[in-house]
């Protein structure tokens, strides 16, 4: 079953814009992780942030988490057209004892040279 | 070595087949995962292995079986599938849930068409 939900569910900007994608989850979770994945292969995991954090950076990644709202953004500043890929977020939540990491429906991210 | 190696790429099998998906990883991961992904879909956990014991079956078919000889490897054993479970399958794996400070890491896949 998913946990998240991602919006937008495609994206395209111009090289050189910033781009943001939010995620949206139900239920209580210890971490949030997003990943990235390049033409349906592997996926690459991007940050981890913690259930009791709020804002978390990367290189030109910015992730906030808003644990009231059950909702977290990611945000790209100045992309490149290495960024185009598929975007992820995925909780890390204990489901009856047993860790799960489920992921979110995916933003489907262009970069126009 | 900080990668997952997943074996074969790419793998064709009719509906009788038996097969095997390998994967290995060498960081000294406790946690290991067999998640399916249909096109433009995301990742659906199958199955988790948690010091080399089945933590979590996702209610998956038996016709997917999977092994965890050692703390370095991962199979998944195929038998009798169908068309619809042709997808590209990830093995993934991770610290222990009380030592997470990183996500998971993932291997490229094995691309499984099931004619």
């Known amino acids: 079953s998913q946990q998240g939900e991602e919006d937008p569910q495609a994206l395209s900007i111009q090289e050189g814009e910033n781009a943001t994608m939010n995620c949206s989850y139900k239920t209580s979770i210890n971490n949030l992780q997003w990943y990235r994945q390049n033409s349906g292969r592997g996926l690459v995991h991007l940050i981890l942030i913690r259930s009791n954090e709020r804002e978390k950076h990367s290189g030109r990644l910015r992730v906030t988490l808003d644990t009231s709202k059950k909702s977290s953004s990611l945000l790209i500043t100045a992309s490149r057209a290495a960024d185009t890929a598929s975007y992820f977020c995925?909780?890390?939540?204990?489901?009856?004892?047993?860790?799960?990491?489920?992921f979110g429906t995916g933003t489907r991210l262009t970069i126009i040279p | 070595d900080t990668e997952v190696t997943q074996t074969p790429k790419h793998l064709v099998m009719g509906m009788t087949n038996k097969k095997s998906l390998k994967c290995e990883q060498h960081m000294g991961h406790r946690a290991m995962y067999w998640y399916k992904q249909k096109a433009k879909k995301p990742p659906e956990l199958m199955f988790v292995y948690s010091y080399e014991k089945l933590s979590i079956n996702e209610s998956v078919p038996s016709r997917f079986s999977p092994e965890c000889p050692n703390s370095s490897l991962l199979n998944l054993h195929l038998h009798a599938l169908q068309p619809e479970d042709s997808a590209l399958y990830l093995c993934a794996s991770s610290q222990d849930w009380e030592d997470r400070v990183d996500g998971y890491t993932f291997g490229s896949g094995t691309r499984l068409t099931v004619v």
């Open positions: 995925a909780t890390d939540a204990r489901h009856f004892g047993n860790e799960k990491l489920t």
